[in-house]
């Protein structure tokens, strides 16, 4: 009895202004980020462009960089392409297929949060906050990444040399935000361009080049379309 008279009541008109709030907040912060830079833009700026108070934005997020994990996590969360090719990972133990679906999500996860991760990837070599940050998130790709290894392993067909942890190392390496930011950003690579090249190098440096064979047409790599 007692238990049922503490328990909290969360009216839905109070959370869906409190994720209207959150939102608001974060969509300050990404076109601040745009157009004054990390060091330029101020959780004072950020609270007056989403119309709550500068205590409401760090009672969110605590920080300026916990803004930009917000967002980050959100644009992962939200995107339905990320939700379908996963699913499809999931239905396959073809390796060249999951790591096929594995370069699709890295891709649409980089090419969604773009604009922030170039307007603050000068400054985290500044800021303790940013450092911190892309610690945790390089941390936060791995720990994801752990369940698509296992499935690789399981599927037997990978290069007899890799160990597991060997094959977990090469998959965070390879799909790290820099190498997006060097080719896509500084490059200029097309995001479609950036995709096919990470599926490539990661299918010929895990997979065994038996279970890749059915996937060449002569000495090409033939990969399959992922639905946009």
Do not use: C
Not at 62 to 80: C, N, P, Q, T, W
Not at 89 to 103: C, H, K, S, W, Y
Not at 109 to 123: D, H, K, L, R, S
């Amino acid at each position: 009895m007692d238990k049922q008279k503490n328990r909290k009541y969360v009216s839905p008109a109070r959370e869906k202004q409190a994720t209207d709030t959150r939102n608001r907040v974060i969509d300050a912060a990404e076109a601040l980020l745009l157009e004054k830079g990390f060091a330029g833009t101020t959780v004072a700026e950020v609270a007056r462009r989403a119309g709550v108070s500068p205590q409401t934005v760090y009672a969110i997020f605590s920080s300026k960089a916990g803004i930009i994990m917000a967002a980050i996590e959100d644009r992962v969360l939200h995107d339905e392409r990320n939700v379908d090719a996963i699913e499809r990972m999931r239905n396959t133990t073809d390796p060249v297929l999951i790591l096929r679906n594995a370069a699709a999500i890295i891709r649409n996860i980089y090419e969604g949060n773009a604009p922030t991760f170039t307007a603050v990837y000068g400054a985290r070599m500044v800021s303790p906050q940013l450092a911190e940050l892309e610690t945790e998130l390089n941390d936060l790709r791995r720990e994801k990444q752990a369940e698509m290894v296992d499935k690789l392993v399981a599927s037997g067909k990978l290069l007899p040399h890799l160990d597991k942890e060997a094959v977990r190392d090469l998959l965070w390496m390879l799909s790290g935000r820099e190498i997006y930011y060097l080719l896509v950003i500084r490059r200029g690579w097309s995001p479609d361009r950036y995709e096919a090249q990470l599926a490539s190098l990661l299918i010929t440096s895990l997979v065994h080049p038996d279970a890749i064979k059915p996937h060449l047409a002569g000495d090409i790599l033939t990969l399959p379309d992922v639905p946009r």
